[in-house]
């Protein structure tokens, strides 16, 4: 099992930043490939961002490349989201999670079924 608590989120104005932490307990963090998702009210859960275990490899979704950084710290098993230029479009309930296969494997994977452990969520709000 692992644990993931994300930390961070807030109220914002267009043009803004905010940098989500999420910390991991339990199995070795390492192991695992990590994600970041979001959900706005009555949408789909989307892909925003992935770091393989190593932090050597990143990906990004289209609508935040350029904008959004991923990155990880394993001594502190935790995992980081900069967000920069961000948009009202950007307000969501911000999620990590955990991704076994992708850890093994070294696969980045952007679909929400590949991954394994989900933190409870922080909320983003972007104003205009």
């Known amino acids: 099992q692992v644990q993931l608590v994300e930390s961070g989120g807030g109220l914002v104005q267009a043009g803004g930043s905010l940098r989500l932490s999420c910390a991991a307990s339990?199995?070795?963090?390492?192991?695992?490939?990590m994600g970041w998702f979001r959900q706005a009210p009555g949408k789909e859960r989307e892909f925003v961002a992935a770091?393989?275990?190593?932090?050597?490899?990143?990906y990004y979704a289209d609508s935040v490349k350029g904008r959004f950084t991923i990155s990880r710290d394993n001594a502190k098993s935790t995992v980081f989201l900069q967000m920069n230029s961000l948009k009202p479009e950007d307000t969501a309930v911000y999620y990590c999670?955990?991704?076994?296969?992708?850890?093994?494997?070294?696969?980045?994977?952007?679909?929400?079924?590949?991954?394994?452990?989900w933190g409870q969520g922080t909320q983003v709000t972007v104003s205009s």
């Open positions: 770091i393989s275990w190593s932090g050597s490899n990143t």
């Open positions: 999670a955990a991704d076994s296969q992708g850890g093994f494997y070294g696969v980045l994977h952007t679909t929400k079924y590949e991954y394994d452990y």
């Open positions: 339990g199995r070795t963090f390492s192991n695992y490939a």
